[in-house]
């Protein structure tokens, strides 16, 4: 059989995962080039040689999902493979439609050929949005195998936007690793929670290479824990599958890619955000799981809201600053910086898209459905300015900072600010300790 050619259609992550996995070392295909989408600056870069490997000496070039139809064309492209997340079937299916009408194959992977297997236990998180809830999933997880004497390492989704090759494996264990590996805003939030609980987190490029690594980890490791990105299915062979869902987003668990799969792979279903969803839309996520997974157990949680300074909040004219990708791609309009501010009394919520500058004022002509409320994008240096100087030009009395990470810690903010914090409250029985005790039982022996 001829030699196939191929173009991975991805973001940053799971493409390079595929790739690793199931062709970098496969002399029947020909990987010609990917593309990028959701991610800035990602493209007009090569998949370093070093990466690569022996059949690749040249790496493989990055370049911009909108020229797709003539790579196809030019690079006489036998077949497309859709390796990202959180998107809508329509999105979807409008790219499969484009692929085939430039007559190459439209091909998306399973995880027979994607997950790596490890030799230590694996629990893995995800979700059939971003921001539901994940990663309070994977921090409460982590307390109830840590409480049982468990060395835990988590491993996260890949996000790597800076020089691939030197972020084939990270290891982060000290805050001081955030700076060592110049990590962006997008980074900071993933990890900086797990360490400053006392977890040791793995991330990077080459997921073997990390599981063997986290596997091996000179403080220990007993259990693996998957801290999934965006609404992706598992890298690694889990032994416990939890994904949560978002009654926000009602239906959305079955109409975005990879999120049903996700949904339809868990042992376990985490409905989170009750406190604050209505309760038809609560009914329409439980029809939803009950309709494509019967067997899972569900359990219902609260995402619960901690403010460290409420007199800011009070009577107060805010400028909420929430997560960037909940609400770019993961389209929410509202997140717990919202929630607190209502919550907690404020005048008034400011819109700050007459204050954004550059990349800030960028992201809200792509995203115009974002809510009155300020994405935390801080994925370079000058997006990371921009955002500190939209902050600086808003008219308001306070700043309410709903990011996972302590954001006055990475940039400069003159203004009153007060961080929201959120973690998972399970809502009765069962809880998270029911759901792991057989299985702490048996990591334990």
């Not at 997880?141 to 800076?162: C, D, F, N, S, T």
């Not at 990390?210 to 490791?221: F, K, Q, S, T, Y």
């Not at 900072?401 to 810690?409: F, K, S, V, Y």
Request: charged fraction near 25%.
């Amino acid at each position: 059989m001829a030699q196939r050619k191929v173009i991975i259609i991805g973001a940053a992550g799971r493409d390079f995962h595929n790739f690793n996995t199931f062709y970098r070392d496969n002399p029947d295909y020909r990987v010609a080039a990917f593309t990028a989408a959701q991610i800035p600056d990602i493209a007009g870069r090569k998949y370093p040689a070093a990466l690569a490997g022996e059949l690749y000496p040249d790496g493989i070039p990055i370049y911009e999902q909108t020229e797709l139809t003539r790579l196809i064309r030019e690079l006489g492209a036998d077949e497309c493979v859709f390796s990202y997340s959180d998107v809508p079937y329509k999105t979807v299916m409008g790219i499969g439609a484009q692929v085939n009408a430039a007559g190459a194959d439209f091909t998306m992977m399973g995880y027979k050929n994607t997950m790596v297997k490890s030799v230590k236990p694996v629990i893995a998180v995800g979700a059939v949005r971003t921001g539901c809830g994940k990663s309070q999933t994977t921090r409460r997880i982590a307390e109830v195998l840590m409480a049982a004497g468990l060395k835990v390492i988590a491993i996260r989704h890949p996000m790597p936007y800076g020089d691939l090759e030197a972020q084939k494996v990270q290891r982060f264990a000290e805050i001081s690793d955030l700076a060592k590996h110049n990590c962006t805003i997008e980074e900071m939030e993933e990890y900086e929670p797990h360490i400053a609980r006392g977890n040791v987190i793995y991330a990077g490029v080459d997921y073997e290479a990390i599981l063997r690594a986290a596997e091996n980890d000179p403080d220990g490791c007993d259990v693996i824990l998957w801290d999934g990105g965006n609404n992706d299915f598992p890298f690694y062979n889990p032994d416990l599958t939890v994904t949560v869902v978002d009654p926000h987003r009602p239906g959305h668990e079955l109409s975005y890619y990879p999120g049903e799969t996700t949904l339809r792979m868990a042992d376990v279903v985490v409905i989170n955000k009750i406190d604050s969803a209505d309760f038809d839309d609560i009914q329409t996520v439980r029809a939803s799981i009950e309709k494509v997974n019967p067997s899972a157990t569900v359990v219902d949680a609260a995402s619960t809201i901690s403010v460290d300074k409420p007199e800011a909040i009070k009577g107060k004219r805010v400028l909420v600053v929430e997560d960037g990708p909940t609400l770019t791609h993961g389209e929410m309009k509202i997140g717990a910086g919202i929630v607190a501010a209502k919550r907690f009394g404020a005048a008034e919520i400011i819109d700050p898209r007459p204050y954004a500058v550059g990349s800030l004022a960028r992201t809200f002509e792509i995203y115009p459905g974002i809510g009155c409320l300020l994405p935390a994008m801080g994925y370079g240096e000058q997006q990371m300015k921009d955002l500190a100087q939209t902050i600086a030009n808003t008219d308001c009395d306070s700043v309410v900072i709903a990011t996972p990470i302590d954001l006055g810690r990475v940039i400069k903010i003159d203004k009153p600010n007060t961080r929201v914090e959120y973690a998972l409250q399970e809502i009765g029985k069962p809880d998270m300790e029911d759901i792991l005790a057989d299985f702490i039982k048996t990591a334990q022996y």
